[in-house]
């Protein structure tokens, strides 16, 4: 009941029920994460489960070897014992006599998850990473500020959380509802916080790619501080709405530095080689009329909408003076075609511009609202939340993120990088709601990321009536049905 299925596996007679952990040279944090999980001690008698480092395997790939008298987990990489833990783990405690040799189809494999629009505690992040870890994701990609909130704290910039933080109250329902909760919201985290869930992320082979949203979805940086937008002398506060906002940042010296000391500083608490700059639902129409923004356009020649994939190459060009690779959301593959080649898009729209973006030279990560927007409501079922279309786990099951035959990425040339789920939480506003969104259709995609195709839905949905019972007992699952405040009923809605 493997999920992600492995690229190869052969099932003997038999089975393996260890007594502890070896671990061989170099494999000492896999060893001990492999202990807490399956409670086993590191020792070096009985039946064991050891863990070696032989050089010959790709950077994520891995072999397990169960015999009746021990397991024998081998890989070249850290990176490929932590994914061999796993499968270890999915199969405990009574460990099934089996050949598999595994690797990814994909090298990212990712989640988003939106802290702006809902603040989540620090221990459900920890948790949720575990669970990524679970299905062989490898890329948690939080998305930390948005118009409703800044998440992150930046030394010199203290109104971004003193202000930036908090809302006075939500929207409830769609955008444009116009129907508020009264309620406050906020919350973030301190730099040590994030670093300490970067560690604990990275012994679990995950990385975070930390995303801050420029140029559009500012409100709450400009809430903060007015005078990076275009228009100072309107003090607007952090965001309660949903939706797209039209107050962006403004494109004066003081927003370069301000985005330069905010990548910085992100950069040093992130040490993944990809920082995300946004880039995405950014209307240029308050560029149209600011002086500021009109006198830049002029001077480079161009339309003040123009400005938007510069101000992006301004971006990319910052955070590759970090020594890190930008990435940004891309709506209709055309500012592909004016941005530079080295940044990588995630490709949201349709899966038809992530082809674009392929063929304009870029890396992609595939992430079609339609199959990844776990946001949208799963089922017609009343409670869901008021997202459409419908996105049911048989819909993402079906995704393929290289159909048409796109190539996959080698890392640098242009290619498709892998796929992500996207779990905005504007509806979101619990732990609880998230796990609902969530399970069990990122068991759908972490298949679709980490094994090769071919391996029906039915196949999947047995394997899943077990693993359910695994997530259930992690505590992955609501422990009750969730509702989602607004959500419009299904007989209100077909309604003349
Ligand atoms: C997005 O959904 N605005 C990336």
């Known amino acids: ?50 863990l070696a480092l032989r050089p010959g395997f790709g950077p994520e790939e891995y072999t397990l070897e169960v015999t009746p008298g021990h397991a024998l987990l081998t890989a070249s990489t850290e990176a490929g014992l932590l994914a061999g833990v796993q499968t270890v783990r ?13 690797a990814p189809r994909l090298p990212w494999r990712g989640v988003l998850l939106d802290v702006a629009r809902h603040f989540m505690p620090l221990e459900f992040l920890r948790e949720f990473v575990d669970l990524l870890a679970l299905h062989k994701y490898n890329v948690l990609h939080l998305h930390l500020t948005d118009d409703q909130g800044w998440r992150i704290e930046i030394d010199g910039w203290p109104r971004l959380t003193g202000i930036g933080a908090w809302r006075a109250e939500s929207m409830v329902g769609p955008a444009g509802s116009g129907v508020f909760d009264g309620v406050p919201h906020g919350g973030f985290y301190t730099r040590r916080e994030l670093r300490d869930l970067v560690a604990f992320a990275a012994e679990r082979g995950v990385r975070i790619v930390p995303e801050i949203d ?123 075609g004016r941005l530079p080649a080295e940044l990588v898009v995630t490709a949201w729209r349709d899966a038809a511009h992530g082809a674009l973006a392929v063929a304009r030279g870029h890396r992609v990560v595939m992430a079609p609202h339609t199959s990844t927007y776990f946001d949208y ?102 422990k009750e049905r969730v509702r989602f405040a607004g959500a419009v009923p299904v007989s209100e809605k077909t309604m003349p």
């Open 90 to 102: 999915q199969l405990s405690p009574r460990l099934p006599c089996l050949t598999i040799r595994d």
């Open 377 to 478: 409501r799963q089922s017609e079922e009343p409670g869901e939340p008021p997202r459409e279309p419908v996105t049911t786990l048989a819909d993402v099951y079906r995704f393929d993120p290289l159909a048409g035959g796109l190539p996959v990425s080698d890392g640098t040339g242009p290619g498709v990088l892998g796929t992500q789920a996207q779990l905005w939480t504007e509806h979101a506003p619990t732990p609880d709601h998230v796990r609902h969104l969530a399970f069990p259709r990122l068991c759908a995609l972490a298949e679709r990321a980490w094994s090769p195709p071919g391996r029906g839905y039915a196949d999947f949905h047995r394997r899943l009536t077990g693993h359910l019972g695994r997530l259930r007992a992690l505590g992955a699952l609501p």
């Open 1 to 50: 009941m493997l999920i992600p299925f492995p690229a190869r596996l052969t099932r003997r007679a038999g089975s393996c029920v260890p007594t502890g952990i070896l671990a061989g040279p170099g494999t000492r944090g896999p060893a001990r994460l492999l202990a807490a999980y399956t409670g086993l001690p590191l020792v070096h008698n009985g039946p064991s489960i050891r």
């Open 214 to 336: 420029l140029p559009g979805h500012v409100r709450a940086a400009l809430a903060a501080y007015p005078s990076l937008g275009n228009r100072p002398s309107v003090p607007q506060p952090v965001w309660t709405e949903w939706g797209i906002s039209p107050d962006i940042l403004g494109v004066h010296d003081g927003v370069f530095a301000f985005c330069r000391d905010v990548l910085t500083q992100v950069a040093e608490v992130f040490p993944a080689p990809y920082l995300h700059i946004g880039g995405d639902e950014c209307p240029t129409t308050q560029w149209e009329t600011s002086t500021a923004a009109q006198a830049t356009a002029a001077r480079l020649g161009v339309a003040p909408a123009e400005l938007h994939p510069w101000f992006l190459g301004r971006l990319h060009d910052i955070v590759a003076g970090l020594g890190r690779q930008a990435v940004c959301w891309d709506e209709t593959g055309h500012a592909a």
